[in-house]
């Protein structure tokens, strides 16, 4: 009796959400995707992997910069990578893409700055394997746990099995022999306080992290304008063939370096108008982006978020003291 | 900051729990007309609308513009910018946080002012961010957004105690005056820590009041400032045409600390030369 009732029980409440069950799965909430990465040749053992030209979200699991990997030259095979992406899982997926195109495993691991996009991959290797500028390797300390907090926030499951790992190799300035790859690593700053450029001196490939953008426009929450402009000037003087930006495509044509530039001449320019003319945040934010930025992905996003980066300092320097 | 919050909650459940049995020993505040539905859906609207908007009937509306970043890039300082112009007759304009542990942000009362006001605000999570103007229809119009936002806006401690200077700026103010249309546009910041007594060890100490008044005196606006307004506050409000004289700022904090400043109605600033 008892069963019977059950089973009808049970069977009605088949038939009332029958209807229901198939929606109901599609809108099943779902905790990470899978990264799929893909391999752009560029030069003879040079690879990009592109990352999403948008902000860190969870459609894009935070593959947002870009990652690069060189093939070793010398009789061991392997991979050299130049940044890792914002998860272990984005770590694993490169390393086995870096495997299948160099047909060994990675061997070092250049970080060329503290940004979470482009440095908690490290989860995926041993610090041995790590290596990065000094300040890097200190504004990692400093902002590591915060990053991975918000990152988590924002990710979800894309982060799972994220955890902190402290470069243990620090980059001297100038030549060096990495995998039998000649490279020669650029201490600069500006983007950040430490930010590293690396040249493949086979290829010819400057590869710079997030001192050039290209296409795509330029983030700033650690910048110091006018060291960065500094480092540009100095990139501008190493020869080079192509380059490979932080974000957006890569510059075969030496554009890269100007369009960062003229961005960060315009933005600070703009910025210290709107303070002198009386526009608050919000307004500033608001403002018109000149036409030749027209291509430039996600102008309005970083434009909002430099006005929050530098408003309060430069509203400190420019309006004039009235009391207190 | 998480504690409080616990207990804003905590008051906002008992609230809920307890008012039909205990309605003569607690009146809660309620409406004297229905609330309309939140169309944010936001778990407090009914809890704060019941405290702050209790006095006058409510109704959302789109002319009550809310400017805000696409973006909560810092959340210590989130810029709000109301715009209620196309409103006749504003008396007072609320901004508040849902799920900030401080709620309420300002008590605005533009009264030779036109309804617009900017400022910076902390956000402590993701939350409605709301504006509710009280116009001379004798109702409250409210517009409002969700807002994303990592924590920690109220519960980390602010920049000036972590670099340890607050003491020597404290209520330093900038400012000037600009032309704008037919208003006077006035922006200035205070430099204040503007503590929510959240922080371990940091007691609760703000900015409390503003004064914004001409040269005969006379006050064109006033505000009632809480601590969940941003560290160092920065603020723009549009005064109707000030023809001649000077503006006088008054601010008063927690402590009872007076800070004033003199503004000249056409002050805008130069691009230093280099």
Redesign the interface.
């Known amino acids: 009796m008892t069963d019977a009732r059950w089973t009808r029980r049970a069977a009605l409440f088949a038939l009332a959400s029958a209807p229901l069950a198939a929606p109901l799965m599609a809108s099943a909430e779902v905790f990470a995707g899978h990264y799929d990465l893909h391999a752009e040749p560029v030069a003879d053992g040079v690879w990009v992997v592109r990352g999403a030209d948008a902000?860190i979200g969870f459609a894009n699991g935070g593959a947002i910069a870009n990652a690069t990997i060189l093939a070793a030259t010398d009789t061991d095979k392997g991979a050299i990578l130049i940044d890792c992406g914002p998860s272990l899982a984005y770590a694993r997926a490169l390393s086995a893409l870096a495997r299948r195109l160099t047909g060994g495993p990675v061997r070092r691991v250049f970080i060329t700055h503290l940004h979470p996009d482009h440095a908690m991959g490290a989860a995926g290797f041993a610090p041995d394997q790590i290596a990065a500028l000094p300040e890097t390797t200190r504004e990692l300390g400093r902002d590591g746990t915060g990053f991975s907090?918000?990152m988590y926030?924002l990710l979800a499951d894309w982060m799972k099995g994220t955890t902190l790992v402290m470069p243990g190799l620090t980059v001297a300035p100038g030549p060096m022999v990495v995998g039998g790859r000649r490279l020669t690593a650029v201490a600069l700053a500006g983007h950040s306080d430490g930010d590293l450029a690396l040249l493949d001196e086979a290829t010819g490939t400057l590869i710079t992290g997030d001192l050039v953008f290209h296409n795509r426009a330029p983030a700033t929450?650690d910048a110091n304008l006018a060291r960065w402009r500094d480092s540009l000037t100095t990139l501008t003087q190493i020869p080079h063939r192509r380059l490979i930006p932080g974000h957006g495509p890569v510059d075969p044509t030496d554009s890269a370096i100007a369009q960062t530039r003229d961005w960060l001449d315009w933005l600070e320019g703009a910025l210290?108008?709107a303070?002198?003319?009386?526009l608050?945040?919000?307004?500033a934010?608001?403002i018109a982006i000149p036409p030749r930025f027209a291509d430039v992905a996600m102008a309005?996003?970083e434009l909002?978020?430099s006005?929050?980066?530098f408003y309060?300092r430069l509203?400190?320097?420019?309006?004039?003291?009235?009391?207190? | 900051m998480r504690k409080a919050q616990r207990l804003d909650f905590a008051i906002a459940w008992t609230a809920l729990c307890l008012t039909p049995a205990l309605a003569c020993a607690a009146p809660a505040p309620v409406h004297h007309v229905a609330l309309p539905a939140d169309p944010l859906g936001s778990p407090m609207w009914a809890y704060h609308a019941a405290r702050l908007l209790s006095d006058a009937p409510v109704v959302f509306d789109p002319r009550v513009r809310l400017?805000?970043?696409?973006?909560a890039?810092?959340q210590h300082?989130f810029?709000?910018?109301v715009d209620a112009r196309s409103i006749p007759g504003v008396q007072r304009i609320l901004v508040y946080a849902d799920l900030n542990p401080l709620t309420l942000a300002v008590d605005y009362r533009p009264l030779h002012a036109e309804p617009f006001l900017?400022l910076?605000i902390k956000l402590d999570q993701r939350t409605p961010v709301r504006a509710a103007v009280l116009a001379a229809d004798g109702k409250w119009h409210v517009g409002s957004a969700w807002v994303d936002a990592?924590?920690g806006g109220c519960s980390a401690p602010p920049v000036g105690r972590v670099k340890g200077d607050w003491a020597q700026h404290?209520?330093?103010?900038?400012?000037?005056a600009?032309r704008?249309g037919t208003a006077t546009?006035l922006?200035?910041?205070?430099?204040h820590p503007m503590d929510t007594g959240l922080v371990e060890n940091i007691a609760a100490y703000n900015l409390e009041t503003m004064h914004v008044r001409g040269a005969d005196g006379v006050d064109l606006a006033r505000m009632e400032i809480h601590g969940s307004v941003s560290e160092?506050p920065?603020f723009?409000l549009l005064l109707h045409p000030i023809k001649d004289g000077p503006l006088a700022?008054a601010l008063r904090d927690s402590d009872g600390r007076e800070?004033?400043?003199?503004?000249g109605p056409q002050?805008?600033?130069?691009?230093?030369h280099d």
């Open positions: 902000a907090d918000a926030r929450p210290r108008t303070v002198i003319d009386g608050d945040m919000g307004e934010g608001e309005r996003y909002q978020r006005v929050v980066h309060p509203e400190a320097e420019l309006l004039p003291r009235v009391g207190g | 400017i805000l970043p696409t973006i890039e810092n300082q810029p709000v910018t900017s910076r990592a924590g404290l209520g330093e103010i900038r400012g000037a600009w704008d546009r922006r200035f910041t205070v430099r160092d920065a723009t700022i800070f004033t400043a003199t503004i002050s805008r600033p130069t691009q230093p």
